[in-house]
């Protein structure tokens, strides 16, 4: 079992400013863009984000979503969109068979003489 620090090192030059934030999408303690926001206020009159100018707040109180909303596609753009993946895919794959090709060439003819 990790020991806990029951203590925080306190350091004389540390005036509390973030230098890197560590605040990464896909991390386990990713707070999205709540870091540096005010709350909403009571009456849920909107309220900017001192770092950005943004709102934070809808006129109901509720938190604006800086998330879109997903695409829908219609079932056209969406076998446009697999057609187009299998090509890359396919090239890729092509370029990976071509240059093992080669290096079994290379080797036949060159390298084992």
Known sequence: MPKK?????????DDGRVIAPMNVHGMPW?????IGTETCQGDGSPVS???TGQKTCQGDGSPVSNYAEPV?????????LAFGMFKAMLLVILIGVGGLALFIIFCIHVWFR
């Open 5 to 13: 620090r029951a203590d925080k090192r306190k350091y004389e030059d």
């Open 30 to 34: 990713y707070l999205g863009d709540r």
């Open 72 to 80: 829908k596609l219609t079932r056209r753009e969406s076998l446009a």
């Open 49 to 51: 984000n001192s770092e």
